[in-house]
Nanobody
C-alpha cells in the first residue's frame, strides 16, 4: 500500500524556520520524482518545490526561491522541505507527492499524495 505521511508542520513567527518531512512506503522510492505543494484557505493547491528521482535536479516556485530547500534521503524513504525566512503568506497546508517520472511540476502527474501538514506563520 502506497503511503506518504507529512510531519513537521506547526506555528512559527515570521522570519522563523520549519522543516517538513514526508515518510514514504509501499513503492520503489528511488524510481519517483517527489514534490511539495501547498494550499492556502480559499486558494487552489500550488507547486512549491520538486526534486528528481535521482535527487540531482530541483525546481522551486518563484515565491520560495532562496528561502526553501527540498531534499530527499532514499536510504530513509524520506522527503524534506527546509523552510527558512518564513512569511505569513506561506501559511497553508503542505502536501508531499510522488510521481513515477524523473521530475515534474504539474500536479496532475503525481499519483500519490500525503494527507498534508498545516504550516501557520504569524506576523
Amino acid at each position: 500500500q502506497v503511503q506518504l505521511v507529512e510531519s513537521g508542520g506547526g506555528l512559527v513567527q515570521a522570519g522563523g524556520s520549519l522543516r517538513l518531512s514526508c515518510a514514504a512506503s509501499g513503492f520503489t522510492f528511488s524510481d519517483y520524482g517527489l514534490g511539495w505543494f501547498r494550499q492556502a484557505p480559499g486558494k487552489e493547491r500550488e507547486f512549491v518545490a520538486v526534486i528528481s528521482s535521482s535527487g540531482g535536479t530541483r525546481y522551486y516556485a518563484d515565491f520560495v526561491k532562496g528561502r526553501f530547500t527540498i531534499s530527499r534521503d532514499d536510504a530513509k524513504n524520506a522527503l524534506y522541505l527546509q523552510m527558512d525566512s518564513l512569511k505569513p503568506e506561506d501559511t497553508a497546508v503542505y502536501y508531499c507527492a510522488a510521481a513515477r517520472v524523473v521530475v515534474a511540476t504539474a500536479q496532475d502527474v503525481y499519483q500519490h499524495w500525503g494527507q498534508g501538514t498545516q504550516v501557520t506563520v504569524s506576523s
